[in-house]
């Protein structure tokens, strides 16, 4: 089997298309994949590396408001749709999957011209402009939450759940606590705002720092490489023994697999490792993503019970103190969310996706 994968501008569209042709090279492993992304996008560095052949386009997204840029903007998807069926044409792929992303417009869009089949995959509770262009020509849809599903045509699409899911359930960690100084015996709280890290988020670690040295959990704080030092500077209660605060962490699905509790962003890829490892979360949702889907995915998971939220008007170190408490403090409270929180997540999500794109090219 020939695929070509398309997503780009974040990790959120990219990391679950390569979690794809992990599931896939384990049911077929002589599957030739093609990555087509853009040329400035975050996937021509990650895409590379995993030895995945890689094709750029060119590529830009839409001015929200009236601009003369939108002019510039269909310009450049007509010749990146252009570009993108030379590409297919030469590559002769059996099915064409879209994970989100201006590019994946250009490529998956392509290939329906070419009337090659074609699979579009939405991680969030919200659909992005993007798959919503695609929907009507796709041949199979694949969406990670039920929410997602009344936004395209009821006769082609299907939960799947996010393919990274499964690729984070199945990791075995030899990560320890030990490694950073802190102990294994211990419960942690790891708190993280993405990899650059989220200033809110930030704040309110920097207001509870006083009480979080007085608990007998542990509490590791990502910062983001770039807030790091200001972090520090801020701080007017140093760290004790018990507080850890880093720039990033490197092998992050290793230290998720050992984690207690975790708040974090509600992106589509950060809840899809969440709800895989059934950990305890408190989302607090970035209020300025596209269509809010952030506080719509974290919704999902608070009505089912699976986690806890705090909007970003509503925090502070205060409200932090006591929603991490809750859960590292209240078995009973903490065992009920890890139960509906992987009653929740899809574990074998990359299998679903896979079965539908099977579907797709009629084997």
């Known amino acids: 089997m020939k695929i070509i994968l398309s997503g780009g501008g974040t990790g959120g569209h990219i990391y679950p298309a390569l979690a794809l042709a992990e599931v896939i090279r384990k049911h077929e492993p002589n599957t030739e994949f093609l990555y087509v992304g853009s040329e400035r996008g975050v996937e021509s560095n990650i895409v590379p590396a995993t030895g995945m052949p890689f094709e750029k386009l060119t590529v830009q997204g839409f001015k929200r408001s009236f601009s003369l840029e939108n002019i510039k903007t269909v ?21 064409v ?95 993280f705002g993405g990899s650059q890290g989220a200033p809110p988020i930030n704040l309110s670690v920097i207001d509870a720092m006083q009480e979080f040295n007085k608990r007998n959990y542990q509490v590791v704080i ?32 290793e230290v998720l697999a050992k984690t207690s509790a975790i708040v974090s962003r509600a992106g589509a890829t950060s809840i899809a490792e969440i709800t895989a490892l059934g950990i305890p979360s408190i989302l607090v949702p970035s209020p300025y993503v596209t269509g809010d889907h952030q506080t719509k995915n974290a919704q999902s998971l608070v009505d089912a019970g699976a986690a806890l939220m705090i909007t970003e008007p509503a925090l502070s170190g205060k409200a932090l103190l006591l929603a991490a408490d809750s859960l590292l403090l209240n078995e009973s409270v ?30």
């Open 75 to 95: 310009s450049l998807f007509l010749k990146a749709v252009k570009e993108a069926k030379k590409i297919i044409k030469d590559f002769d792929p059996d099915v």
């Open 97 to 191: 999957v879209g994970t989100g992303g201006y590019v994946s417009g250009a490529v998956v869009y392509a290939a329906q011209r070419l009337h090659i089949p074609t699979v579009i995959h939405e991680q969030n509770s919200v659909a992005g402009v993007t798959n919503k262009f695609l929907s009507r020509g796709a041949t199979k849809i694949g969406v990670a939450f039920d929410a997602a599903l009344s936004q395209f045509p009821k006769d082609k699409v299907f939960v799947v759940g996010n393919p990274r899911a499964q690729q984070v359930a199945s990791i075995k960690s030899n990560f320890s606590w030990q490694q950073i100084g802190l102990s294994d015996e211990k419960p942690s709280l790891l708190i």
């Open 222 to 253: 990502v910062t983001g490489p770039k807030r790091y030092e200001n972090v520090l500077d801020r701080l007017t209660t140093q760290p004790a023994d018990n507080v850890r605060i880093l720039p990033y962490i490197e092998n992050m699905p």
């Open 334 to 363: 903490s065992k009920t969310i890890t139960e509906q929180a992987k009653n929740v997540g899809i574990r074998d999500a990359g299998d679903r996706l896979y079965a539908l794109i099977l579907d797709a090219i009629g084997e």
